[in-house]
């Protein structure tokens, strides 16, 4: 069975710092991964997701994740945080065969401060 | 483009009721799913259709929980007689659904429900 795990439930940074969100997945065969972020009162919206090729994957609001195999990873990053970046990000696997059944991670809140 | 509508937004409803959420997808979208949300357990998928035949109810809690998918236009989840602990946020979410897709699931802004 497929699942994800994200560290940290929650992570707080300045504003124009560096953002990094951990996630780690565990899938017997090639893993479909995606980031999703939920703005407080709000459904949950597609930041990026890994299919296949590239394993740098660029998504909205400057976000990107790498896909690392030998790692089991699919971190998110963005170089410099800004305010409105605060909000509830949940990472997601599903895979090969399976692709519509999304399993999500238990989440990870990300405040900025000035 | 419409997005993933969900009704209603908000129900607040005394324990012991019925209550009904409802789930109109994305026009062209074949899978439907309904999820919950609680602080305590995170997101669960409860339910998921796919040319409106259910595939998976494995996440349903109990008999008190039911969707239905009449239409690809369509979605109820039932929840009767409802009790305190069933108070959460409820998305229906919807994608086109194929093999090897990967594709997008796009989220309703959900059903925030309180059982009193």
């Known amino acids: 069975a497929q699942s994800v795990t994200q560290l940290g439930s929650h992570v707080s940074v300045s504003e124009g710092a560096l953002v990094l969100l951990r996630c780690n997945y565990s899938?017997?065969?090639?893993?479909?991964l995606f980031w999703y972020v939920q703005y407080p009162n709000q459904g949950l919206q597609l930041l990026l997701k890994y299919t296949t090729g590239a394993t740098l994957v660029k998504g909205i609001n400057g976000f990107e994740a790498e896909f690392k195999k030998s790692e089991t990873s699919f971190h998110l990053t963005k170089p410099s945080a800004h305010m409105s970046d605060a909000a509830e990000y949940f990472c997601?696997?599903?895979?090969?065969?399976?692709?519509?059944?999304?399993?999500f991670g238990t989440g990870t809140r990300l405040q900025v401060f000035p | 483009d419409a997005g993933v509508i969900q009704s209603p937004r908000h129900e607040v409803t005394e324990m012991g009721q019925e209550v009904t959420l409802r789930c109109k997808p994305i026009?062209?979208?074949?899978?439907l799913f309904w999820y919950r949300q609680t602080m305590m357990r995170g997101l669960e998928l409860l339910i998921y259709f796919n040319n409106n035949v259910p595939i998976d109810d494995s996440g349903m809690p109990e008999d008190r929980f039911s969707a239905k998918m009449p239409n690809a236009s369509f979605s109820t989840l039932k929840i009767q007689p409802s009790e305190p602990r069933d108070s959460a946020v409820y998305f229906c979410?919807?994608?086109?659904?194929?093999?090897?897709?990967?594709?997008?699931?796009?989220f309703g802004e959900g059903s925030w429900l309180t059982v009193v």
């Open positions: 997601a696997v599903t895979t090969l065969g399976n692709t519509d059944k999304l399993i």
């Open positions: 979410a919807s994608t086109i659904s194929g093999p090897n897709s990967g594709n997008t699931i796009y």
């Open positions: 026009s062209g979208h074949n899978s």
């Open positions: 899938s017997s065969v090639p893993p479909y």
